[in-house]
């Protein structure tokens, strides 16, 4: 009688299990994992050195994605001028690593001065395509380093 009560109560277990899925979870969850990860590849441009340290990248590469560092106008010139330049600076380094100014995904705008933030605007406009990036804007208390009124850096996919 106890071992009949057994049976009923593990068919009842098993057919419960099999309506919650429990088993063909984790048969799929063990099928679903990769035997082996693709190794991640990881490039840099060129390093900025300093004091015959290297400092930082230009940019850097990770997969299939481009982190490109953050450039700056280091000559006279109003926000104008500094915003075309960087945004240049930014396209030249985005096509070094395989990339362009239509496949990037995200931008960080570092400001002097937040007044200048309508200027840099009508200069910015338009340089990413269709489909801009989705973009951060800060003014930098202190100013941007190298007297730059501004420095854009951003991520981009190759």
């Known amino acids: ?15 419960v299990a099999g309506i919650a899925g429990i088993g063909a979870a984790s048969k799929v969850q063990a099928e679903s994992v990769p035997a ?29 994605m481009v982190f490109v560092a953050g450039k700056g106008a280091h000559f006279e010139g109003d926000i104008t001028a500094h915003t075309k330049h960087v945004l240049d600076e930014l396209e030249k380094e985005l ?29 910015y406009k338009g340089r990413f395509g269709s489909k801009p ?3 951060t804007t800060v003014a930098v208390y202190g100013g941007v380093p190298g007297d730059s009124l501004v420095e854009i850096d951003c991520i981009a996919y190759i």
Not at 1 to 15: N, T
Not at 36 to 61: C, I, R
Not at 99 to 118: A, G, I, Q, R, T
């Open 133 to 135: 990036p989705c973009r």
């Open 95 to 123: 096509i070094k690593a395989g990339s362009s100014m239509e496949k990037v995904l995200k931008c960080s705008v570092f400001l002097h001065d937040l007044n200048d933030y309508k200027a840099m605007n009508e200069a």
């Open 1 to 15: 009688m106890k071992s009949e009560r057994r049976s009923i109560i593990k068919k009842l277990f098993a057919s």
């Open 36 to 64: 082996v990860a693709a190794p991640a590849t990881h490039e840099v441009g060129d390093v900025e050195m300093y004091q015959d340290v290297p400092l930082f990248s230009g940019h850097t590469k990770f997969n299939n």
